[in-house]
């Protein structure tokens, strides 16, 4: 991808491909410039662009525009982390966890307790609550908590062996990645990893409103290094049904 989505160009050859989304598009540049002017920090604002979208549809809200597709995605990602290392007696934290889409699979399959979600919507984490009585998930005693930011200050260091956010970094500036790899590693046990999908641009990197964010790879695997962490670029999600590619971090030995 060598143009960037922002540019009138991109903007305008996309509007005469797709004519059926320039109403929606309108709405939602009138929603952004509305917040902008309303919210002091990207935390508050995108927490008013979820509390907005969960009002219409939850599964919508997390990027599932059909129940099936909601399914399909969360599938994808549970299979995903466990052919690549998660166990039933695995700690994991969810960042993002949204209305549960993986979550659900991933509470699930996890030892009682084990599962740990953060978001900082509160109106999708009713919607997670939802989730868990659907599908009678109750007994596996979750940990669903909002949060204002990606510090982590109330988690114990070294607790968890699987950190997992997807499709958060894709609407996220980089000062809060920068944030969350400043502190991840501090709750990540020695030998835990910590997977992300973010939209991937091999052109100039921008984003789309305040909501859609595209990164260089290497822009993120120097910011992960500079807080002392491996970052490896996954080649094989590449062959996955996804629109996102993803990064795996570690701490460093």
């Not at 929606?24 to 902008?36: E, F, G, N, V, Y």
């Not at 059909?66 to 299979?79: K, P, S, V, Y």
């Not at 084990?114 to 919507?121: E, L, P, Q, R």
């Amino acid at each position: 991808m060598t143009r960037a989505r922002s540019s009138l160009v991109h903007q305008a050859g996309y509007a005469l491909k797709n004519p059926h989304k320039i109403i929606p598009h309108l709405r939602r540049l009138s929603r952004d410039t509305w917040l902008r002017l309303r919210t002091r920090d990207h935390v508050a604002y995108y927490r008013a662009v979820m509390k907005d979208d969960t009002a219409r549809s939850p599964e919508g809200a997390v990027g599932s525009h059909t129940h099936r597709r909601w399914l399909a995605l969360g599938q994808m990602q549970f299979d995903y982390l466990v052919e690549h290392g998660l166990k039933p007696e695995c700690r994991m934290l969810e960042i993002g966890c949204g209305n549960l889409r993986a979550g659900r699979l991933f509470i699930d399959y996890l030892e009682t307790g084990n599962y740990y979600g953060i978001d900082i919507s509160p109106d999708i984490l009713m919607a997670a609550q939802d989730t868990l009585a659907e599908h009678g998930l109750a007994d596996k005693l979750p940990h669903l908590t909002p949060v204002r930011d990606l510090r982590f200050a109330f988690m114990p260091s070294g607790h968890f062996d699987v950190v997992h956010a997807h499709s958060v970094f894709s609407h996220s500036p980089i000062e809060v990645i920068d944030e969350c790899f400043a502190h991840v590693g501090r709750v990540m046990k020695p030998h835990g990893w910590f997977d992300f999908t973010f939209d991937r641009t091999e052109g100039k990197e921008h984003h789309v409103l305040r909501e859609d964010f595209y990164y260089r790879t290497e822009t993120l695997v120097a910011l992960a290094a500079r807080h002392g962490l491996d970052a490896v670029f996954m080649d094989d999600w590449e062959r996955l049904p996804h629109k996102q590619s993803k990064i795996r971090v570690t701490r460093r030995s």
